[in-house]
């Protein structure tokens, strides 16, 4: 019980699985900070830690709640979101072979593209939320692993999870899902049948903007697991024990955020779907998104706080409307308390499947209206910039 398997996200998240500090009872335990641990006269570790590179008690503590939100076997927390990728694919066997998606967050391209080559990887990249393409892709050669982004970064693209997995193991692959923007609070991929998930967890998971911090779930503990905790022991991408401990209280909050969050963007998708200065909304809540069916199936509670806007008279009314913005902040990163608003393709630079006239919104918890309003005129004054 005290890992929560029968508890719900929300009492998980608000308690934090209730591990208090033995010594004095505080309600929140302490920041491990000790970086090495004495030995046992016999010269054994009994208490199970070593040295603070492979591992730390307040890490652990921050894992043990993203595994118990996603219902997974275990978890592993990095310096970053981009250190937690980059240990999957430097966990694999030189020459194997990869299939991903197109569309996904910028950072993960690039190092899919530039650096997995480098590393003796075979990377193919398909529209992943087209099942034909990526079965054929899938089946094309011995594959070890299938990376996907859903809602996918920046125009919230939706990957079929079960249709994936499926896909996956008929190939023999490992499933890779990168669900950060949908949050174990709206999709749990590995119930549908993904090996491993995961979060940048700089994003919703701490959801304030104070924390640079990577998560790994994974469906079982097995080979890969440990194949993994050991790339990030040789590697030293752990996460720091302050970090974790600001992670650990920013996911007290998770669920109600998130609702909160999905709540939102779902009316200002709505109101912003008959304004005359936008040409496209692309949010999965809305039926007329290519992924809204599939994502409606495979997620609960909500879309999501990530939506983008195709704003008439192209990429300058779009860097206009961006610039005129007073309740939004024009910043890239998303998943924050505070809304953020971003020409998209600027951050993206060459080579973006980005459109230039996109805004990408990352809903905070401000007021709709205040939300909408600021949008509203931003629009306006974009236009007649
Ligand atoms: C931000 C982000 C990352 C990278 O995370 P960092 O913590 O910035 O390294 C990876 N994937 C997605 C979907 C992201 O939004």
């Not at 805004?359 to 629009?379: H, I, K, T």
């Amino acid at each position: 019980m005290s890992d929560g398997q029968s508890l719900k996200p929300r009492t998980l998240a608000a308690q934090a699985l209730r591990r208090m500090d033995e010594t004095t009872g505080g309600v929140v335990p302490p920041i491990h900070v000790a970086t090495t641990y004495q030995r046992d006269q016999d010269n054994a570790y009994s208490k199970g830690y070593t040295y603070a590179r492979p591992d730390n008690a307040t890490v652990r503590h921050a894992e043990a709640v993203i595994a118990a939100l996603e219902g997974a076997a275990g978890a592993l927390l990095f310096a970053s979101g981009m250190a937690a990728i980059s240990a999957v694919f430097v966990g694999l066997p030189k020459g194997a072979r990869v299939v991903a998606s197109t569309v996904m967050y910028t950072g993960s391209r690039n190092f899919l593209d530039q650096e997995c080559p480098r590393l003796g990887l075979d990377v193919e990249r398909v529209d992943t939320s087209e099942l034909e393409g990526l079965e054929r892709a899938a089946s094309a050669a011995p594959t070890a692993l299938v990376y996907v982004e859903t809602p996918g970064n920046p125009l919230w693209t939706i990957v079929d999870i079960a249709a994936a997995a499926r896909i996956a193991r008929r190939a023999g692959a490992l499933l890779v899902v990168n669900s950060t923007s949908a949050t174990p609070i709206l999709t749990r991929p590995l119930a549908l049948g993904a090996d491993i998930v995961v979060h940048a967890a700089t994003k919703y998971l701490n959801g304030h903007s104070d924390v640079v911090a990577g998560a790994l779930a994974f469906a079982r503990e097995d080979d890969t697991m440990a194949r993994i905790a050991r790339v990030r022991q040789i590697f030293g991408g752990i996460l720091s024990p302050f970090d974790a401990h600001q992670l650990t209280r920013g996911m007290r909050t998770l669920p109600l955020r998130v609702e909160a969050q999905s709540r939102t963007a779902m009316d200002l998708a709505h109101r912003l779907t008959g304004h005359p200065l936008v040409a496209r909304v692309y949010y999965p809540g809305l039926p007329d998104h290519p992924g809204h069916e599939v994502a409606a199936r495979q997620m609960t509670g909500g879309f999501g706080g990530m939506m983008s806007l195709g704003v008439k008279g192209g990429e300058r009314a779009a860097i206009a409307t961006a610039a005129a913005v007073q309740v939004w902040t024009r910043a890239t990163s998303l998943g924050g308390v505070e809304s953020l608003i971003e020409h998209r393709a600027s951050m993206e630079g060459e080579g973006t499947p980005c459109p230039p006239n996109v805004l990408r919104l990352s809903v905070g918890l401000e007021d709709p209206d205040d939300l909408y309003d600021d949008l509203d005129a931003a629009l306006r004054a974009g236009a007649s910039a």
